[in-house]
Structures are given as structure tokens and as C-alpha cells.
């Protein structure tokens, strides 16, 4: 059985969403395109937006990483100002976005009104209340590795809809199949059918 891997990093992974990063060349598989806040260059940002537009293949996916940050050295205005064009293009390019946010989910949660494609968190790992605030807010959430170990991220998972479910690896090197099997076992379900329904959100996004 084939298993998604929402978000990684690795080119040798090609049944998921490929990390792009910046200004490199995308690959003839999924993979989502974007600035992360790291990345962020204030001298060059007309550059780093014509990259992002030029590499938009039928490929791409998703726009992202792209979101705020809160321990990155970037003034939190430019950071909003980049990732509300990015929400402009995800709008204009008819593409979900695969969301990175540390310590501003709140203001994430701000921008969403503006957003008319989906907004995946990707690698949750934050307390009950931000993950019920962003549900009711209609963001998917993409679960990875402390999955495995964390007991009160296990309880988070265990009342997340199926329907707003991903699971990635991220940078992290284990098998995407070992959280597969430890979420099914979380939601009592087999691991068929969340393989199913992961496949059923990924349409969801997909088709907006």
C-alpha cells in the first residue's frame, strides 16, 4: 500500500508533497512552491516572487511553506505583508496552502478570511485549544513524528476529524507507514481506511 506524504523534504519521495526551496528548480512530481519567513530576503523580494511564478508548474501542488514566525529575524509586518501576497497568489493560481507557524496562530487565523483555498498547518504539535480554534476555523491539520511519542498530541488526534487529517514526515528520516499505522490505531480505524480518507481530503484541497 502507497502512503502520502503530505510535506518532506526528500527528492527520493515521490507519492507526497515535495518542499521546494527557494530558488531551486521543482521536480516532475508534487511539490508546493513559496517563501518561508526564514527566507524572506527585503533586498530581493520582486526576485524571490518572479522565482515563485516562474517555477508554478503543473506539478505544483500547493503554495508553502510559507506563514509567520515568531523566532525568525524578519520584522513580523514583512512577514505578513509576503505571506498576504502569498495568499493573494494561492487565490489568483486556484492552490491550497501548506501553512508553517510558530507562536502567531492567532494571526494566522486572521489572515484566513482572506484565503479562498484551503490552509493546511503543517507539523501540529501545539496545545488542544490552537488545534480547536483552527478547526473551527476550517484549517486541515498535518500531524508528523511526535505523533508517535507525544501521549497529549495522541489525544488531539484522537478527536480531529478524519476529514481535516494529514500526516507528513517533514525533515524528519522515519517511515511515513510507521505513523500511518500509529494514527489508525489512535482513531480505531484500519489503516486502510485512512489511507482512504487521506486520499478523499487531498481531492477535497485539491478542488478547493
Known sequence: MDFFDFHHHKKYIRNGVYNLDIERIPPDFPYSIGIHPKDIDVNNLKMQFNW???????????????????????????QEEVFLRQIEISNEVKR?????????????????????????????????????????????????????????????LKTTPLDKIFLETD????????????????????VERLNEQIVENLHTIKNG
Open 96 to 156: 491550497p496552502m501548506i501553512i508553517h507557524c510558530v507562536r502567531k496562530f492567532y494571526e494566522v487565523i486572521s489572515f484566513k478570511k482572506k484565503a479562498e483555498q484551503p490552509m493546511i498547518i503543517h507539523g501540529f504539535n501545539k496545545k488542544r485549544q490552537v488545534a480547536e480554534d483552527l478547526l473551527a476555523n476550517n484549517f486541515y491539520l498535518s500531524f508528523g513524528k511526535p505523533v508517535l511519542y507525544n501521549l497529549s498530541l495522541q489525544d488531539i
Open 52 to 78: 515563485m511564478r516562474s517555477m508554478m508548474f503543473q506539478s505544483c501542488f500547493a503554495i508553502g511553506e510559507c506563514g509567520l514566525d515568531s523566532l525568525v529575524p524578519i520584522d513580523p509586518k514583512i
Open 171 to 190: 525533515n524528519d528520516d522515519f517511515n511515513i507507514e510507521e505513523l500511518y499505522l500509529k494514527v489508525s490505531e489512535i482513531k480505531e480505524i484500519s
